[in-house]
């Protein structure tokens, strides 16, 4: 997962479900006959992949400001379909975009240019180690920091993502936390945990080959499959990322393990509380497969995990 910040100028933004907070959207190609140019900063709208963070920054000069930040809902996508208002880009025949959801609004924004003020020497240092710098959203000019004129869309490491937020308090949007005072490194703490939380997911599907790995299951749709922990995130802190610590199950078999319908014993075979009560999701989904093995993926799940799991299910092993 990456964390990106888009630069976004102009009021409409392409109006419509074009519109700002609604999509990123880009020109494939610069304008020009015969030309068919690309732009790094266009061309990262294709880059950009479902889950990833998109930070905005909003107006120019002065009052420029980062007001907020989304998460991809798609990946990036050529598209012919056409923004309703496309401004000084009609001339393009193609577009890139990737749409957004989930929109949180800082109270107190992020002044870009106090923020060039306050962070100076630090950002002057990540600039500099940049043997030749890209893909950056800011520029060294005369001597001054700056916005990168058609910098739309950059990308946003670790390094820098910690410059910018580090020390910035802000109140979330009160739809979402009401009256509620969170610190920036609040923020990056839940940036980091969603990233941790993405790239664990990717690596266990991949683990078990993007198929459920119950016994007798055929879910093999992406949209449809879930990243269980065995040990549970908030309880064992050194496995958290690790793909052993992740079976792959569709939807029913994930809350099934989660509630302790079931669990697996050592040699990864169904098991389950004898005095379970037989629900309809018990009897027509799990009932039948006590005893069989899972599908084993590339990396076997953790040992002591499912022992964990086990214990606080009230699970024993079975015969």
Not at 78 to 96: H, K, L, M, N, V
Not at 106 to 116: D, G, M, V
Not at 150 to 170: F, N, T, V
Request: charged content about 30%.
């Amino acid at each position: 997962m990456r964390v990106w910040i888009e630069m976004s100028r102009d009021i409409e933004h392409g109006g419509k479900e074009w519109g700002f907070t609604k999509c990123i959207w880009a020109p494939t190609y610069k304008n020009g006959k015969g030309s068919n140019k690309s732009w790094l900063y266009w061309d990262n709208v294709n880059k950009v992949k479902s889950g990833d963070f998109i930070l905005h920054l909003r107006g120019k000069d002065k009052e420029a400001e980062i007001v907020g930040y989304s998460i991809a809902k798609t990946d990036g996508h050529r598209t012919e379909e056409r923004p309703p208002i496309a401004g000084e880009w009609d001339y393009c025949t193609s577009f890139y975009r990737a749409m957004l959801t989930d929109f949180f609004r800082f109270n107190n924004t992020i002044n870009l240019y106090q923020l060039f003020f306050n962070k100076e020497l630090e950002l002057r240092n990540y600039y500099e180690k940049k043997s030749k710098p890209k893909n950056l959203f800011f520029t060294i000019q005369s001597g001054r920091l700056q916005c990168l004129n058609g910098g739309y869309l950059s990308e946003i490491d670790g390094e820098l993502l910690e410059i910018l937020l580090d020390g910035i308090d802000y109140f979330a949007d009160e739809s979402v936390h009401i009256g509620l005072s969170v610190s920036t490194s609040t923020i990056l703490r839940q940036i980091k945990a969603r990233v941790g939380h993405e790239r664990f997911a990717t690596n266990v599907k991949n683990n078990y080959d993007n198929q459920c790995c119950f016994p007798g299951c055929k879910i093999i749709d992406k949209e449809f499959l879930v990243a269980s922990h065995i040990a549970r995130w908030a309880d064992n802190t050194e496995k958290r990322g690790d793909t052993s610590n992740g079976l792959c199950f569709c939807p029913i078999h994930d809350k099934a393990f989660e509630i302790g319908y079931f669990s697996l014993d050592d040699n990864l075979r169904v098991c389950v509380e004898k005095r379970i009560d037989h629900s309809q999701i018990f009897e027509e989904y799990i009932s039948k497969f006590i005893g069989l093995p899972i599908s084993k993926g590339h990396i076997e799940p953790d040992r002591e995990a499912l022992k964990e799991h086990r214990k606080r299910c009230n699970i024993s092993e079975q015969d």
